[in-house]
Antibody, heavy 115, light 107 residues
Framework: EVKLVESGGGFVQPGGSLRLSCAAS????????MTWVRQAPGKGLEWVAN????????YYVDSVKGRFTISRDNAENSLYLQVDNLRAEDTAVYSC????????WGQGTLVSVSS | SYELTQPSSVSVSPGQTARITCTGD??????TRWFQQKPGQAPIVLIY???ERPSGIPDRFSGSSSGTTVTLTISEAQVEDEADYYC??????????FGGGTKLTVL
């Protein structure tokens, strides 16, 4: 059974940082691109970033470039998103998803940015 | 442009056909997929490669593409189909994009 379980979210002040994690199981993690998606409260889905199966290519939405860093550890079957210099508009549920075209999602972890 | 435009809401009566459009330059060049998201749940794939349906998805869900518009069609819509629907496609430069989402009401 494919599973993606996110963790690491929380409440943080503007300018703060968090490291989000996604534990993958039930598939060959090292064979897939992986994606982070976010959804602000009451809003639509927003593609955030993705990373190639070997970590050699990474792409970001313009609004997070220079502040967020996607990475992975294939030995640990884990995906990460380091989120720095957080802004109020980054408040959202962050979900990891399998593939660039996305065929499976996790339930997400909430990041809330407020003073 | 990297934008995908969807109607914010569509409303139909049970048994009617609902059509949700997704428009943007990118859909003319790249495959699009559709997701269904119910409250509090992770999205699921309804349609991939514009018109392909994963196993387990009822055949009342179908997809089509013409030029810069892709369309999700829900035939004989049921109350359980009430959800938010999103299109998704690759844009330029390895960036991907979601449509703004459409809230389907069946009543």
């Amino acid at each position: 059974e494919v599973k993606l379980v996110e963790s690491g979210g929380g409440f943080v002040q503007p300018g703060g940082s968090l490291r989000l994690s996604c534990a993958a199981s039930g598939f060959t993690f090292s064979g897939y691109w992986m994606t982070w998606v976010r959804q602000a409260p009451g809003k639509g889905l927003e593609w955030v970033a993705n990373i190639k199966y070997d970590g050699s290519e990474k792409y970001y939405v313009d609004s997070v470039k220079g502040r967020f860093t996607i990475s992975r550890d294939n030995a640990e079957n884990s995906l990460y998103l380091q989120v720095d210099n957080l802004r109020a508009e980054d408040t959202a549920v962050y979900s990891c998803a399998r593939g660039r075209d996305i065929d499976f999602w996790g339930q997400g972890t909430l990041v809330s940015v407020s003073s | 442009s990297y934008e995908l435009t969807q109607p914010s809401s569509v409303s139909v009566s049970p048994g009617q056909t609902a059509r949700i459009t997704c428009t943007g330059d990118v859909v003319a060049k790249k495959f699009t997929r559709w997701f269904q998201q119910k409250p509090g749940q992770a999205p699921i794939v309804l349609i991939y490669r514009d018109s392909e349906r994963p196993s387990g998805i009822p055949d009342r869900f179908s997809g089509s593409s013409s030029g810069t518009t892709v369309t999700l069609t829900i035939s004989e819509a049921q109350v359980e189909d009430e959800a938010d629907y999103y299109c998704y496609s690759a844009a330029e430069n390895n960036i991907w994009v979601f449509g703004g989402g459409t809230k389907l009401t069946v009543l």
